[in-house]
């Protein structure tokens, strides 16, 4: 099948959600050790999906959702700098390639900054919660994590039959 290895620049609509997810995410990583001396011991460690805390755990698991979303931020970033790797449609061809790996680095950057969003959201519950500013992380957390992750998915798919 026909991969071309092309350089393609991040288009400025990529460069937009790298700086509002990453710097979103760096800000909660801040506002977690700015905070570290108030929180108790204890802190919640995991949510029902009506947004209850049902486990809580060591203070030291903050730390766990920061390292999954720095290890995502770099294996998704890698994979942005080789659309050549992902997988079309067997119409692929040197006409539409470049369509093809633009739309694909497309979602791929989105999903990656959406996994960011929602690791910080989390994050910044758990310290609230922790400090009492709020009881759950809320009963719509979960549908509205699925539905933003599922759009630029979505959206990807459709532009996607609509490469000629």
Not at 13 to 42: A, N, R, T
Request: charged share 15%.
């Amino acid at each position: 099948m026909y991969r071309p290895i092309l350089k393609l620049p991040k288009t400025n609509y990529e460069k937009v959600w790298d700086y509002i997810g990453g710097g979103l995410f760096v800000l909660s990583i801040l506002y977690i050790i700015v905070m570290w001396g108030k929180l108790p011991e204890e802190i919640p460690a995991h949510f029902n999906s009506a947004g209850e805390v049902n486990r809580w755990g060591s203070k030291m698991e903050l730390f766990i959702l920061p390292f999954i979303g720095i290890f995502l931020w770099i294996l998704m970033g890698l994979l942005e700098k080789a659309p050549h790797m992902h997988n079309y449609p067997a119409r692929l061809n040197e006409n539409n390639v470049e369509a093809f790996y633009l739309n694909s680095r497309k979602i791929l950057n989105q999903v990656k900054n959406i996994c960011l969003l929602i690791f910080a959201g989390i994050s910044i519950q758990m310290v609230r919660i922790s400090l009492g500013e709020v009881e759950t992380i809320g009963w719509w957390f979960l549908p509205v994590v699925l539905i933003v992750t599922a759009i630029p998915i979505i959206r990807g798919i459709v532009a996607t039959f609509k490469i000629k």
